[in-house]
């Protein structure tokens, strides 16, 4: 049973826009939000979080936003740039405390299009 | 500074052979976490290390896995018997602080079992 599920597997978008990805979840214990990027032949890196006290956290180009009613997060990308092309997963953390377990969804690949 | 190294990046081996996979964690990291990643799917958990206390082995999935972590530092995960569902890319991160500080990945270790 997926508790992360990004239920996009792909986009593609062009240059210079908006990219919109997004990840829902099941568990309400959920309290802290990730976004890593990857590319091919490396190990995810870290991109962006979200704390569950918030709703909207931004990182130069990079905004997290979080609705905790709907269960539901995403991660905008302005503007697109073609090195932004990699595999995004959401991952989300709750009960544990310091031993707590990420729980990954499946990853969206973008694409983006010069 | 040196990030999460890895070794070796790819390795092959027949079913039924035993393979060690090896970690270097980032210097002064004290969590340090194996996951692997099968063909089209999200990252599972393997095990993770916390300083001096006993390690979480929930995610291993069978009795042929095990994993130690030597003087705090350097991680080695054994598979045994090989099969070959096995294969796949075994993820090591490690983390410096509480569990709202990111993991940071190595390359990972692409397994190959034939």
């Known amino acids: 049973d997926q508790q992360v599920k990004q239920n996009s597997p792909s986009l593609s978008v062009q240059e210079g826009r908006i990219s919109i990805l997004n990840c829902d979840y099941t568990?309400?214990?959920?309290?802290?939000f990730l976004w890593y990027k990857k590319y091919p032949a490396e190990g995810p890196t870290f991109l962006i979080s979200?704390?569950?006290i918030k709703d909207k956290n931004e990182d130069g180009r990079f905004t997290v936003f979080l609705n905790k009613s709907a269960k539901h997060l995403s991660l905008h990308i302005v503007p697109s740039q073609p090195g932004d092309s990699a595999v995004y997963f959401c991952?989300?953390?709750?009960?544990?405390?310091?031993?707590?377990?990420?729980?990954w969804g499946l990853g969206t690949s973008l694409a983006v299009n010069p | 500074g040196a990030g999460v190294s890895q070794s070796p990046s790819n390795k092959v081996t027949e079913k039924g052979k035993d393979v060690e996979l090896r970690c270097d964690p980032i210097?002064?990291?004290?969590?340090l976490y194996w996951y692997r990643q099968s063909l089209g799917q999200g990252l599972e958990f393997l095990i993770y290390?916390?300083?001096?206390?006993?390690?979480?082995k929930s995610g291993l999935p069978s009795d042929r896995f095990s994993a130690e972590r030597t003087g705090g530092s350097v991680s080695t995960l054994t598979i045994q018997r090989t099969q070959q569902e096995d294969s796949a890319v075994y993820l090591c991160?490690?983390?410096?602080?509480?569990?709202?500080?990111?993991?940071?990945f190595g390359n990972g270790t692409r397994l190959t079992v034939t």
């Open positions: 991160a490690s983390r410096e602080g509480p569990y709202n500080s990111p993991l940071h």
């Open positions: 210097s002064g990291h004290t969590a």
């Open positions: 290390f916390q300083g001096n206390s006993a390690p979480d």
């Open positions: 568990n309400s214990m959920f309290d802290y």
């Open positions: 979200i704390s569950s």
């Open positions: 991952a989300a953390s709750g009960e544990g405390g310091n031993n707590r377990k990420l729980i």
